[in-house]
């Protein structure tokens, strides 16, 4: 088997042992030389602990044990976690020598491409050999493997330098550019933020930062149980979701990760169906309002549907519902797992401005909204393409 190569490269790999590529880093760090205290994790690679864990954890007087860790050291840390089930190898790339705990293993590359090895330590091939030559031991939530038989790691690489070092390049491109986006994403969620801020009005006030040209009326807050009527789907019976039917049953899952569908034969009031373009609101398990894009279904009991009088754009109520997602989650530590009565929806006080200032706010956050939307198909694209790489380019 071979791993995806470039145009021209040569299929002679490799097989070597983590101890004929690299040294164990054993120096100490004798009269406190430095005090630049490091931890390994597995999210955040190599950084300062201080910073990882907002203080110091460190005992001052015990830092003279610790191992010296130079910029570009790899350390591995034997904790595990769901991103590093036996424990994440991270490259020191903070620019500066470090000390970190005697628990950790540092090691020290030799005459191979440090890139190319650093992305080899983010791909599974080396998680068989953990997975047979060590243990969670005594802790669950620590994977101990000895020293010698870490040594005997294998790792297989280009026997050419060069492509050793265009892997590396090719991955390191990607993933500059896969940070650019998701600052972007994280920029564009910002401005969102702001716009939101801007376009409505403060507590209290009933007048928003920024209007339209030719609206100045103030907001009227209602009730809005007042202007819009929740609709609960049906609830179903076992035996009445079919694998097939005319109408596919659409449930809360479907919004999300299930793509696995019901279906139905029932012919049912007009009030029990969504078509696409309308406006619906998940309130069991993962809450929130969507725009039906789909066919028209049958929705299930955990759905609303959401019917507006004609003084609600439904743009604009959606951004509305949208803002009021965003403060119940804050409230609740980030869960999505909240359960939300009619009762609370319909006694909620919203501002609202007249129809047309509506609209006018509704479309243009809406396509805010679409361009925030390409950011992160762009970005799930690029996350999917480093994964398809990592598990493609090497063996």
């Excluded at 910029?71 to 000390?99: E, M, Q």
């Excluded at 628990?103 to 440090?114: A, D, G, Q, S």
């Excluded at 190319?116 to 969670?136: A, L, P």
């Excluded at 789909?294 to 009991?301: D, L, R, T």
Aim: some cysteine; glycine content about 4%.
């Amino acid at each position: 088997m071979f791993p995806t190569q470039f145009t021209g490269a040569s299929f002679t790999w490799e097989r070597k042992k983590l101890g004929d590529v690299a040294e164990k880093v054993i120096q100490k760090n004798n009269n406190n030389a430095f005090k630049n205290v490091l931890t390994n994790s597995a999210e955040y690679g190599i950084i300062s602990q201080r910073d990882f864990f907002e203080r110091n954890i460190a005992n001052k007087n015990n830092i003279s044990t610790y191992y010296i860790v130079q910029n570009d050291d790899f350390v591995y840390n034997p904790r595990i976690s769901n991103l590093a089930p036996y424990g994440p190898i991270n490259r020191n790339k903070t620019g500066y020598t470090g000390i970190i705990s005697p628990l950790y293993y540092v090691f020290r590359v030799l005459n191979i491409n440090t890139a190319f090895i650093e992305w080899y330590f983010k791909t599974t091939c080396w998680h068989k050999f953990m997975y047979q030559h060590g243990d969670s031991g005594a802790r669950s939530d620590r994977f101990s493997i000895k020293d010698n038989e870490l040594k005997k790691l294998p790792i297989k690489l280009p026997a050419d330098d060069m492509e050793q070092e265009k892997i590396a390049k090719t991955l390191t491109s990607l993933d500059n550019t896969l940070q650019l986006h998701e600052r972007k994403c994280e920029e564009l969620a910002l401005i969102k933020k702001a716009l939101l801020q801007k376009l409505f009005p403060k507590k209290d006030e009933f007048k928003p930062e920024v209007r339209y040209k030719n609206f100045s009326d103030a907001w009227e807050q209602r009730k809005l149980g007042e202007v819009a009527t929740f609709i609960n789907g049906r609830a179903y019976k076992q035996n009445e979701l079919l694998d097939s039917g005319k109408y596919k049953v659409l449930r809360v899952g479907n919004f999300y990760t299930n793509d696995s569908w019901y279906y139905s034969n029932l012919e049912l009031a007009d009030k029990y169906y969504i078509d696409k373009g309308d406006l619906v609101y998940t309130w069991s398990a993962t809450f929130g309002p969507h725009i039906w894009d789909g066919e028209k279904v049958i929705y299930h009991y955990h759905i609303w549907k959401i019917e507006l009088s004609e003084s609600l754009d439904r743009d604009f109520t959606l951004q509305i519902l949208e803002a009021d997602k965003a403060k119940l989650l804050a409230n609740t530590n980030g869960s999505t797992m909240i359960h939300v009565t009619k009762k609370d929806m319909e006694s909620k006080v919203i501002s609202l401005p007249n129809i047309e200032e509506q609209k006018q706010i509704g479309s243009y956050l809406m396509k805010f909204d679409s361009l925030i939307a390409l950011h992160q198909r762009k970005l799930e694209k690029l996350k999917q393409l480093k994964k398809f790489l990592l598990q493609n380019m090497f063996i």
